[in-house]
């Protein structure tokens, strides 16, 4: 009891102080994620030095010590373990995965939260499989527990990251040399963090210190160390990759402005992809197909929209060959010919450029003793032409890009009362405009207009037309406040806050104002038979059309309060007790005639 605890970071400077309580237990809030040597010292027993303590964000770093009785002066120095931390302050689950493991471990994506799926209870969410819901989320869907990914709460240095459309990340950090850890609870966290009943994500992006470093990097995935996929070759003969070459570079810097005061970091990263994409396969007519529609049917609408739509395409003749009627199968005529040869095609060596930057400054202040301030600015913009991520079936009159800015803007205020309060001050800023669209070339074209048009299985022939889910977008921005106040008192580490989020929406969502049509077969007849006919079949075929305003404006007031106590009631028994209360608002269009809302 009464001992006193000193816990000092060689590479911040910065100190905080505090005693044992009767049971000589102790506890430390807000402390910077990074090393610490702890010293504990008592009159009349010898002084323990821990050095090398490892302090994660969002996880309790526990330093047990035995204090000797000294009839001198003696001080006895060990090394902090460097074996996996456990959390025995609470009943939370979750793990922090280190700098050496984000830059070591192979993930493609570069998203840590893609190294979510090597803790336990964490699997991913195929389509159309399991009993997970598997709605679309952004950044990396995982399911933890067996709940949805939009469970998942994500934050940056601990204020939020959450995407307010579909949930999931609004911004996705892949700066390979801007984050210092991620830690990902799994279950029983704090009151402190909210939202979702999965799991809470915190990227610590890294920070200046008392010493200078850098690096340098570049990450090259090339289609020519890779082995040609099978079914590549399904529609035409393939003897080589098609062309893929990426490259991510980037640098970081950091380091003292003035010692144990003043700290600076800044890293860039620019991620460059130049592709020859390869579509999905399916059936077109053949040349002689081709020339079957024009001889049959030169005067019909929509035989022409369908030439026009595919252009020079033509099937190569190679595989899936069959013969598609295009009228009634009767007794008299039971191919329902004139038959329009059809055979398997691939679109290949689509061009497409892939163009991303991203950068994040950070300052540190320890302006006194018992002061530090943080400012950070990220800002992340990239484009993607045409999208052969999410619309890679479109054909080349109808292809589609995107792109978009985030902007992040995050301040901290840690102030140390003293040795039993500590208040924690966030302010930050998000701002994330992404939008799909159509290509310039497919903007222009005059084709643009008309319905998006499918057909049946029978066929297998391309949609024709903009997808109806375009345009669409994105722009989102929310101001958020945390407060919280720390306080230790004998047994108990109280923990009280708010969170307040001021959200803006500005959506453009994917209303189907150009109409779609799906010509399916049916009373007698093929897909092609009724799109000849103009009848949409007896399958059923489907005709639709959106109308309204499609953008969606809105916006919301959220509010959270929590408190938290952390009883240590003897040295091997804690309980942790968390009440937390929130309030989501309530959304409404504001437009006067919205087609959403």
């Known amino acids: 009891?009464?001992?006193?605890?000193?816990?000092?970071?060689?590479?911040?400077?910065?100190?905080?102080?505090?005693?044992?309580?009767?049971?000589?237990?102790?506890?430390?809030?807000?402390?910077?994620?990074?090393?610490?040597?702890?010293?504990?010292?008592?009159?009349?027993?010898?002084?323990?030095?821990?050095?090398?303590?490892?302090v994660n964000a969002s996880i309790t770093t526990t330093v047990n010590g035995k204090l000797q009785l000294a009839a001198t002066q003696q001080i006895i120095e060990i090394q902090a373990p460097a074996s996996q931390v456990i959390d025995t302050q609470s009943g939370q689950l979750g793990e922090t995965l280190n700098y050496q493991e984000l830059t070591q471990l192979p993930y493609s994506s570069l998203n840590p939260a893609e190294l979510a799926f090597t803790l336990p209870g964490v699997h991913d969410t195929p389509q159309n499989q399991g009993a997970v819901n598997t709605i679309a989320t952004d950044g990396v869907a995982f399911s933890v527990n067996g709940t949805r990914p939009r469970a998942n709460n994500f934050l940056i240095d601990g204020q939020d990251d959450n995407d307010y459309g579909v949930a999931g990340q609004a911004f996705q950090p892949t700066?390979?040399?801007?984050?210092?850890?991620?830690?990902?609870?799994?279950?029983a966290y704090s009151a402190e963090f909210g939202r979702g009943g999965g799991s809470v994500t915190n990227y610590i992006y890294k920070s200046g210190t008392n010493n200078f470093h850098g690096d340098l990097w570049e990450i090259n995935r090339n289609s020519a160390l890779a082995a040609i996929p099978a079914q590549v070759a399904i529609a035409n003969t393939v003897t080589k990759n098609p062309y893929d070459n990426e490259n991510t570079f980037g640098f970081d810097v950091g380091g003292p402005i003035k010692k144990d005061k003043l700290f600076f970091f800044g890293t860039a990263q620019w991620d460059r992809e130049r592709q020859a994409a390869t579509g999905p396969v399916?059936?077109?007519?053949?040349?002689?197909?081709?020339?079957?529609?024009?001889?049959?049917?030169?005067?019909?609408?929509?035989?022409?929209?369908?030439?026009?739509?595919?252009?020079?395409?033509?099937?190569?003749?190679?595989?899936?060959?069959?013969?598609?009627?295009?009228?009634?199968?009767?007794?008299?005529?039971?191919?329902?010919?004139?038959?329009?040869?059809?055979?398997?095609?691939?679109?290949?060596n689509v061009a497409a450029a892939n163009n991303y930057v991203d950068w994040n400054y950070r300052m540190d202040w320890h302006f006194t003793d018992r002061d530090a301030l943080t400012g950070s600015v990220l800002r992340d913009t990239g484009a993607l032409s045409p999208d052969v991520i999410y619309n890679s079936q479109a054909l080349p009159n109808f292809q589609s890009q995107q792109g978009g800015t985030t902007d992040i803007f995050r301040g901290q205020w840690v102030h140390t009362i003293s040795s039993t309060f500590v208040n924690e001050l966030r302010?930050?800023?998000?701002?994330?405009?992404?939008?799909?669209?159509?290509?310039?070339?497919?903007?222009?074209?005059?084709?643009?207009?008309?319905?998006?048009?499918?057909?049946?299985?029978?066929?297998?022939?391309?949609?024709?037309?903009?997808?109806?889910?375009?345009?669409?977008?994105?722009?989102?921005?929310?101001?958020?406040?945390?407060?919280?106040?720390?306080?230790?008192?004998?047994?108990?580490?109280?923990?009280?806050?708010?969170?307040?989020?001021?959200?803006?929406?500005?959506?453009?969502?994917?209303?189907?104002?150009?109409?779609?049509i799906t010509y399916n077969f049916g009373s007698g007849y093929t897909s092609l038979g009724n799109f000849i006919l103009d009848q949409t079949g007896a399958d059923p075929g489907t005709v639709s059309k959106g109308f309204g305003n499609p953008n969606l404006n809105t916006g919301a007031n959220m509010y959270a309060l929590y408190i938290e106590d952390t009883w240590r009631i003897k040295n091997n028994l804690t309980l942790n007790m968390g009440l937390r209360y929130e309030y989501w608002g309530a959304l409404a269009n504001a437009l006067a005639y919205p087609a959403f809302n």
């Open 282 to 348: 399916f059936s077109l007519p053949t040349a002689a197909g081709i020339a079957t529609l024009k001889t049959n049917f030169s005067s019909n609408a929509n035989v022409n929209l369908f030439l026009n739509s595919i252009g020079s395409l033509v099937s190569p003749g190679l595989s899936g060959l069959q013969s598609v009627a295009t009228t009634l199968v009767t007794t008299g005529n039971p191919n329902g010919c004139p038959c329009v040869e059809t055979g398997y095609f691939q679109v290949q």
């Open 175 to 187: 700066n390979v040399g801007a984050i210092q850890e991620v830690t990902i609870l799994t279950n």
């Open 1 to 54: 009891p009464k001992a006193d605890i000193k816990a000092v970071s060689p590479q911040f400077g910065a100190v905080r102080e505090t005693q044992t309580d009767s049971i000589g237990t102790y506890r430390m809030e807000s402390l910077q994620p990074g090393i610490y040597d702890v010293t504990i010292s008592a009159p009349g027993f010898s002084t323990l030095q821990v050095s090398g303590v490892v």
């Open 427 to 516: 302010l930050s800023y998000t701002s994330i405009n992404f939008a799909f669209g159509l290509t310039p070339a497919a903007a222009a074209n005059s084709l643009a207009n008309t319905p998006f048009i499918s057909f049946g299985t029978d066929i297998n022939f391309p949609a024709i037309g903009v997808n109806s889910s375009y345009p669409q977008g994105r722009a989102h921005q929310d101001w958020q406040v945390q407060e919280a106040l720390s306080h230790t008192a004998g047994k108990h580490s109280i923990k009280a806050g708010i969170d307040a989020t001021v959200l803006s929406v500005d959506d453009t969502l994917a209303l189907n104002t150009r109409g779609s």
